[in-house]
């Protein structure tokens, strides 16, 4: 991994627990490597932690903060894009799943070893987050604008765009 930071349920409390995790200058240019990007400016993860031991769950809620640098699909020019974004998810421990286990939404995570890697779900959070396909402000619009222009007649049928191009040849 990346980016770890380990927290074991069974040592927690019933009280909510916070961590501020921000990984040095190595797992920042690790964790771009892996997912694809120039760069991991700045890079923040604020986690709460809950334990509902009855459940057997454990309820992450957080807050990354990102910045990020990411070439341009169509141009490869460098973008740098701010993250600010939350999540929230329920950790059930594998040996007290039950098809009938579930959270609110019907979606949860597991966990095993009585280990949850907070650093690897931020990260994971990051890489969701992050534009799959950033494109440059005006740039990529010129670039791939002329491509896109459908003539009135051909409204309705998919291949006249490809025509044209063709026709440009």
Do not use: W
């Amino acid at each position: 991994m990346e980016f770890s930071f380990l927290i074991h349920p069974s040592e927690l409390e019933a009280i909510e627990k916070k961590f501020v995790l921000t990984p040095e200058s190595t797992e920042k240019i690790a964790l771009a490597k892996r997912f694809g990007f120039e760069e991991i400016k700045n890079f923040t993860i604020n986690v709460c932690v809950k334990t509902i031991k009855s459940k057997h769950r454990v309820r992450v809620s957080g807050k990354i903060n990102a910045k990020i640098v990411q070439n341009c699909v169509v141009s490869m020019v460098p973008i740098e894009s701010i993250i600010d974004e939350t999540f929230d998810v329920d950790f059930y421990d594998i040996s007290h799943v039950v098809t009938e286990t579930s959270s609110e939404d019907g979606s949860f995570e597991v966990y095993e070893n009585d280990v949850i890697d907070l650093g690897e779900l931020g990260a994971q959070e990051l890489a969701v987050a992050a534009n799959p396909y950033p494109r440059a402000e005006g740039l990529a619009d010129e670039v791939i604008g002329p491509y896109l222009i459908i003539k009135e007649d051909k409204k309705n049928k998919p291949f006249a765009a490809l025509a044209d191009i063709k026709q440009k040849k």
